[in-house]
């Protein structure tokens, strides 16, 4: 049953609600969704609006990125699994995301009855699949897609992504990316600016450290092929631990990095155990090392650091909020350092192939700064519209409420919406 935190509001409908999907484990999509949400909750559209959310923790996430207003106006729906079954499939979605799947499964009949899906990564369209299965059924929801981040690795434009009905993206670079790579048409997109953004408003940099040595974020992926943590990880760190009087080092990774021991990758086929952090790391004055806390995707962080290490994580365009200096890790593609990059990203400062070539250029961070800031200022522009003063999680509200309007049009003219 939808539980209500309001009493419902003159203005709405006994319509199909929109539901606002937050099916993952971890929480580090949940910023690029959440504000769209409470936006189009408020709205004076005559739609309801449900959070379904697979667990407390998620919901928590949420909650803190939207005003009482908001939480208010909307309606929640957990999607929890069954306690029994929920324990016995715990370690199996330690190395595969049953998880996700088993809750859109269980909660299958509650899903179908709502006009709108709106996801944040492609899970859901499993559902889709399955009930376009079965002839004679009621027209299925709509199906909505914001992606959770503006990458520009073949993963951000996974041919099922054209499934989707809507897509809200980010910038002009995501929409040309989908058109070029022959897997959605124009039609299909809305450009909304970066959600995630929003949250950054009146948000100040913060200090991490007492002292005035540069800090650098050390932010590698956790797909076992791509990730420079695996074999390079350990040297970064031990480099900034031999230099407590030079710099500063926020250890913080994607999130599913340290969510399990053993990765693999389905896109690569690689399987690759995950090294832990040696224990002295922790205690250095100069060094702050996160692996699971909301700080890793709430951009505090990117926001605050003066330079970023990775290797092809799209959160170095959060970082690149405010342009600074980037230094990327090459530990997988076949080009040599000097020919152009695989990776678009790679364009935003020196690319390097080891932790060995990268330590001696950290000394020149702030003028590498300055040598890529008109670089990234253009692919910054490319990536996250800035087009409309109005936050992103307005824009996206709004274009959802005209796209279920055409829907419900060209149902009543009998068209094809």
């Known amino acids: 049953m939808i539980t209500k935190s309001h009493q ?19 929480g580090h999509q949940v910023a690029h969704l959440a504000g769209i949400a409470g936006a189009f909750a408020l709205q004076e ?29 909307l309606e929640w729906q957990s999607l929890a699994l069954p306690k029994p079954l929920e324990v016995l499939t715990r370690g199996l979605n330690k190395l595969v995301p049953v998880h996700r799947l088993m809750r859109l499964y269980h909660h299958s009949r509650l899903l179908r009855q709502c006009s709108a899906i709106v996801s944040t990564e492609r899970t859901c369209l499993t559902l889709k699949r399955h009930w376009s299965r079965f002839r004679g059924h009621d027209r299925s929801p709509a199906f909505i897609c914001v992606p959770h981040g503006s990458g520009d690795r073949s993963v951000s434009v996974h041919p099922a992504l054209g499934e989707f009905d809507l897509l809200l993206v980010s910038g002009q670079k995501v929409q040309d990316q989908f058109i070029d790579a022959g897997i959605a048409t124009g039609d299909q997109f809305r450009i909304i600016g970066y959600a995630k953004f929003d949250i950054l408003r009146g948000r100040v940099p913060e200090v991490f450290f007492d002292n005035n040595n540069p800090t650098f974020l050390y932010n590698p992926h956790f797909d076992p092929h791509l990730s420079s943590w695996i074999d390079h990880g350990a040297d970064i760190l031990e480099y900034f631990y031999q230099n407590p009087d030079r710099y500063n080092l926020i250890f913080a990774p994607h999130v599913m990095l340290f969510y399990k021991k053993v990765h693999i990758s389905p896109e690569y086929q690689v399987t690759r155990k ?32 003066d330079a970023y290490i990775g290797d092809v994580s799209s959160q170095v365009y959060e970082f690149l909020y405010r342009p600074r200096a980037c230094f990327f890790i090459d530990t997988h593609s076949k080009v040599a350092p000097n020919t152009p990059p695989e990776y678009d990203f790679w364009n935003n400062g020196p690319v390097v192939r080891n932790a060995q070539e990268l330590l001696p250029l950290l ?27 109005r936050p992103a999680s307005d824009r996206g509200a709004e274009a959802i409420r005209i796209y279920i ?11 094809t919406a």
């Open 363 to 389: 000394a020149d961070y702030a003028a590498i700064a300055a040598q890529y800031r008109d670089a990234q200022e253009r692919r910054m522009a490319y990536t996250a519209d800035q087009s409309d003063p």
């Open 405 to 415: 309007e055409s829907l419900k049009s060209a149902a009543f003219d009998g068209t």
């Open 8 to 26: 419902k509001r003159p203005d709405s409908t006994g319509s199909a609600p929109v539901v606002f999907l937050f099916n993952h484990d971890a």
């Open 45 to 73: 559209n005559g739609l309801r609006a449900v959070i379904a959310f697979g667990n407390e923790a998620t919901k928590k996430e949420v909650e803190k990125l939207l005003s009482s207003e908001q939480i208010a106006a």
């Open 274 to 305: 995950r090294p832990d952090i040696d224990p002295k790391c922790y205690n250095a004055p100069n060094i702050r090392i996160d692996v699971g806390s909301a700080r890793l995707f709430d951009m505090s962080y990117t926001l605050s650091a």
